[in-house]
């Protein structure tokens, strides 16, 4: 009985040991979504700017797509934007944004300052849209497919690799 307990300390350290090196030996920047395969959550936010359409549910569904949430604060969403403007000048794919919790002022500016490469954006400022898709925080990036399912879900700044690795043939095996 004395051995035993002797011994139990080290099972229970060497049951931490397996668990840590199996949890370093996954990528911190994949986060599970449980909407992956999903349909896009019912929302309707209204236009951030006037001269440019919202974003609602029935949006996302005939075409794949892609929604990038943003939000002026997010320097973050500053070193991803000229990816942004890069893909929208190619006419690849429609990128509609989510400005998540930002003052509607402050949000038009920035896109003014940094252009703007959005299709569609909704005004999420209560956070009521952010919540149904399960934003950590920005950025945060979607892929949309053709039934309006999320297929991918990338959180933190978006990089030229990721999207040539990741996205861009996910694009091209969800266009068929």
Not at 74 to 80: D, G, K, T
Not at 84 to 90: G, Q, R, T, Y
């Given at each position: 009985?004395?051995?035993?307990?002797?011994?139990?300390?080290?099972?229970?350290?060497?049951?931490?040991?397996?668990?840590?090196?199996?949890?370093?030996?996954?990528?911190?920047?994949?986060?599970?979504?449980?909407?992956?395969?999903?349909?896009?959550?019912?929302?309707?936010?209204?236009a951030l700017k006037p001269e440019k359409p919202?974003?609602?549910?029935?949006?996302?569904?005939?075409?794949?797509?892609?929604?990038?949430?943003?939000?002026?604060?997010c320097v973050p969403c500053r070193a991803e934007?000229?990816?942004?403007?890069?893909?929208?000048?190619?006419?690849?794919?429609?990128?509609?944004?989510?400005?998540?919790?930002?003052?509607?002022?402050?949000?038009?500016?920035?896109?003014?300052?940094?252009?703007?490469?959005?299709?569609?954006?909704?005004?999420?400022?209560?956070?009521?849209?952010?919540?149904?898709?399960?934003?950590?925080?920005?950025?945060?990036?979607?892929?949309?497919?053709?039934?309006?399912?999320?297929?991918?879900?990338?959180?933190?700044?978006?990089?030229?690799?990721?999207?040539?690795?990741?996205?861009?043939?996910?694009?091209?095996?969800?266009?068929?």
């Amino acid at each position: 009985m004395k051995r035993l307990f002797f011994l139990l300390p080290l099972v229970i350290f060497l049951g931490m040991v397996f668990y840590f090196a199996i949890s370093l030996t996954k990528d911190p920047r994949i986060l599970p979504s449980a909407l992956l395969d999903q349909p896009v959550p019912a929302f309707d936010l209204p236009a951030l700017k006037p001269e440019k359409p919202g974003l609602a549910t029935d949006d996302l569904k005939g075409k794949v797509t892609i929604v990038n949430v943003f939000a002026s604060w997010c320097v973050p969403c500053r070193a991803e934007h000229p990816l942004w403007m890069k893909l929208a000048e190619s006419g690849e794919v429609p990128i509609h944004a989510i400005n998540w919790k930002d003052q509607r002022a402050a949000a038009v500016n920035w896109l003014r300052e940094l252009g703007d490469p959005y299709s569609r954006i909704g005004h999420d400022i209560d956070n009521k849209a952010g919540i149904e898709w399960g934003v950590y925080g920005v950025p945060e990036t979607y892929v949309i497919d053709r039934e309006g399912r999320i297929r991918y879900k990338h959180v933190g700044p978006l990089f030229p690799e990721t999207y040539a690795e990741v996205i861009a043939p996910l694009l091209k095996e969800l266009r068929g």
